[in-house]
């Protein structure tokens, strides 16, 4: 307990030990426990006679004693569908066992006075039977891991996740290195269960940009954070969290690539950038941002700027199809935008010598690549190997996002100055299919008169 919780004495501790009845938790069967089944032995099969040890994590301290909301390491969840903290999946001979903490003893005084595990105060764990139950597999007390893991056996640990368990087996490196690839690779590839669930995450994301615009007369009175708040709104009660933190840049704060601050106005006349996500309860995260204006109406130059920008993801969608290289949508999106720059007279040199490898000088207004991997993770299967992702093929059921941007900067002396403080970046979610791609995403709209009558629509 903490230095400002009252004593308890003995009377009332052993008072309260006594006289409770069960609290029964309805826990159905996880809808992922058969592939996640299947997900263990496909990773144990490439490690065969090793010992693959695979925590969620703990708590993380946001100040003194208060901790952030827990999200579990996402290839634990991926491998168990278990959402509880300081669990720790083992697999050993083909044979997984998951050891975690289960509900609060009444034994012990943790279940009433404990901040972190108490019942009285966080909530009822699962039992270790509930849990196995659920998830479909073992599952041993977390006290018995360490007798576990202390026995001879080749093990590879997935570091950095849980710095206890991280002291407890002895490193190395180019094993763990190898392993921690191999479970970002496992999730390159979706299954039918992962797409429904990125479809419904983008479900819940369409209705937190719809819900924005709804309140656009709020909007205007109290800035970016309104927009920040709804959309937060709608993640928590549809989901379970944000994927990650909202990007809502009006005007100048829209070429800042990550302006996660939020504390800006929502201006007339300028251009509204909006990068939100909404993560599913099963931790499937959307990602998509759309540039709007603020008054309803583009202006003929945010027009221009805006088409320039769309015709880039629009090639960079025709270039995601199996077989494709990885990096294929962005050299399709930035020709685009790289013609579009020396149309504007604004390259040192001519558009071919600007795209040429050794070159790149166009990036000073795009910045960024044009996509990354998408699912549980927002930006998915980031320790895969290099030759694998990101220099490899694309492939049916891969999920990854399209997003082109262009950014003048307020403070680029090389462009003109109405330019300047215009950023605009659209961007969809797409899952490779066996003859192109899907937009998960589609149901917000893109094209400059869509947005328009979009906005119209939701603000009347």
């Known amino acids: 307990m903490e230095s400002h919780d009252p004593a308890v004495p003995e009377k009332y501790a052993a008072f309260m030990r006594t006289g409770w009845g069960e609290r029964e938790l309805d826990l159905p069967r996880h809808p992922v426990a058969d592939r996640a089944a299947e997900r263990r032995t496909r990773i144990a099969e490439q490690f065969p006679g090793e010992r693959l040890v695979v925590p969620a994590g703990g708590f993380k301290v946001r100040a003194n004693d208060t901790d952030y909301r827990f999200r579990p390491e996402t290839a634990h969840t991926h491998l168990t569908g278990n959402q509880t903290s300081d669990a720790v999946l083992v697999i050993e001979d083909g044979d997984a066992t998951l050891f975690a903490r289960p509900r609060s003893s009444r034994e012990t005084d943790e279940f009433f006075r404990d901040r972190q595990y108490g019942e009285l105060w966080v909530g009822r764990r699962p039992s270790l039977g509930e849990l196995s139950d659920s998830l479909g597999l073992p599952v041993r007390h977390l006290d018995d891991l360490a007798a576990v893991i202390a026995t001879s056996a080749k093990t590879r640990v997935l570091h950095d996740v849980d710095p206890g368990l991280d002291k407890q087996v002895s490193d ?7 392993f921690a690839q191999a479970l970002s690779e496992l999730r390159l590839v979706k299954d039918d269960g992962e797409l429904a669930e990125l479809q419904h995450a983008c479900d819940i994301t369409t209705l937190g940009f719809e819900d924005s615009i709804r309140e656009w007369d709020r909007v205007l009175e109290l800035g970016e954070r309104w927009i920040e708040g709804t959309f937060f709104r709608r993640a928590r009660a549809m989901g379970n969290d944000l994927g990650y ?12 690539l990550h302006w996660t601050e939020n504390s800006g106005p929502v201006e007339p006349g300028t251009l509204l950038l909006l990068d939100m996500g909404a993560e599913a309860a099963s931790l499937y995260t959307a990602d998509v941002t759309r ?10 130059l945010q027009r221009e700027l805006y088409a320039v920008v769309l015709e880039a993801q629009t090639a960079g969608i025709a270039a995601v199809r199996p077989g494709a290289g990885f ?6 999106a930035m020709e685009v935008i790289a013609n579009a720059l020396g149309d504007l007279g604004l390259l040192p040199c001519s558009v071919a010598e600007a795209l040429a490898p050794d070159s790149k000088v166009y990036a000073r207004w795009t910045l960024h690549g044009t996509s990354h991997m998408l699912g549980m993770d927002v930006h998915d ?6 030759e694998v992702y990101p220099e490899g093929p694309l492939a049916e059921g891969m999920v990854l996002t399209v997003e082109p941007g262009l950014y003048f900067q307020e403070d680029d002396l090389l462009v003109p100055e109405e330019l300047r403080g215009i950023g605009i970046r659209i961007e969809d979610d797409l899952v490779v299919t066996a003859d192109g791609s899907r937009n998960l995403s589609a ?16 603000r009347s």
Not at 172 to 178: H, K
Not at 327 to 332: I, S
Not at 445 to 456: S, Y
Request: charged share 30%; hydrophobic share 35%.
């Open 327 to 332: 990096r294929d949508p962005h050299h399709a």
């Open 443 to 458: 149901a917000l709209p893109t094209e400059p008169d869509a947005i328009e009558a979009w906005m119209d629509a939701l």
């Open 291 to 300: 540039t709007i204006p603020v008054d309803g109406r583009f202006t003929p």
């Open 381 to 386: 299967c980031g320790r895969a190997a290099p």
């Open 245 to 256: 933190d909202s990007i809502v840049g009006g005007g100048r704060h829209a070429t800042t």
């Open 172 to 178: 190395d490196l180019g094993r763990d290195r190898e």
